[in-house]
């Protein structure tokens, strides 16, 4: 069977699986002073989180808040990861049936969820083949629980209504399953720090507002270098959230001295 082989490994995130692990501890352990355990009984409130996807060294510490929340909050059944699809390789929105490999282990792809999609969500191999978006996200789930499920999902057409039929295809295809969504975006690319937080906090006030077209309206009207926010809106809106919580905000200047710097933000939706 194909399986999706590692693109980023080496590169993003480290390439062996015990130096991927002690890459992620190293990031609870100096960002946030402890190491999570999965909570196998937790209160399973948590239905979105918003994560970035850049290499570990920039955007882990805040990625690390957003799992963190997760471990204490217990485990779904299976995982939904939207990124954006940076290639813009293949179909306009696509899946892929084809399990993923990370230095961690295999990651299987839930087939009884994506066998219930199709109407727009694609079944596409090609825009997965490369694309870092989803990739970087599973080792920080495998860290906690290596025996876990996921659906994959890159968007290459982002605007509001394609993110929203998008979430209706998610919706029909999660019933009866507990899923936690994860919208995999970075926020402002390459301006200065304060242009960065200036305009990214204007646009995590829509997410904190549940407000998916706003999302849209902000970045569009702003003009805000969020390559992302096709997935938070998707997010949003098939998850069915009562409120949302910014968990962590930080950019990549925070790391290493630098002029134009790229935005990161870790967010829980629950219910």
């Not at 899923?179 to 970075?186: G, L």
């Not at 926020?187 to 077209?213: C, G, K, M, T, W």
């Given at each position: 069977m194909a399986m999706r082989q590692p693109a980023v490994a080496g590169k993003f995130y480290p390439r062996t699986g015990g130096q991927v692990r002690g890459e992620i501890d190293h990031l609870y352990d100096a960002y946030l002073g402890r190491r999570p355990v999965l909570n196998e009984n937790g209160p399973r409130n948590i239905v979105g989180l918003v994560v970035p996807h850049a290499g570990y060294v920039y955007s882990g510490p805040v990625a690390a808040h957003a799992y963190a929340a997760l471990a204490e909050d217990g485990f779904p059944e299976t995982f939904i990861v939207i990124g954006p699809n940076h290639s813009g390789m293949g179909s306009p929105v696509a899946m892929t049936t084809e399990d993923f490999e990370t230095p961690m282990g295999r990651v299987r792809v839930d087939k009884e969820i994506v066998g219930r999609m199709g109407r727009l969500i694609a079944d596409d191999p090609m825009p997965h083949r490369y694309e870092h978006s989803i990739e970087v996200q599973l080792p920080f789930i495998q860290y906690m629980n290596k025996d876990v499920t996921f659906v994959p999902i890159a968007m290459a057409a982002q605007d509001h209504e394609t993110a929203a039929e998008v979430a209706e295809e998610i919706k029909k295809a999660?019933?009866?399953?507990?899923?936690?969504?994860?919208?995999?975006?970075?926020?402002?690319?390459?301006?200065?720090?304060?242009?960065?937080?200036?305009?990214?906090?204007?646009?995590?006030?829509?997410?904190?507002?549940?407000?998916?077209?706003?999302?849209?309206?902000t970045v569009i009207r702003k003009n805000v270098s969020m390559c992302g926010y096709g997935p938070v809106m998707a997010m949003l809106l098939a998850s069915g959230g009562t409120r949302a919580e910014l968990l962590k905000y930080g950019t990549s200047g925070d790391v290493s001295p630098m002029e134009e710097v790229v935005g990161y933000a870790a967010i829980k939706v629950v219910r």
């Open positions: 999660c019933q009866g399953r507990d899923a936690v969504i994860i919208a995999s975006s970075d926020f402002s690319h390459y301006v200065p720090a304060p242009v960065a937080e200036r305009q990214d906090r204007s646009v995590i006030d829509r997410i904190l507002a549940l407000d998916a077209e706003g999302v849209y309206d």
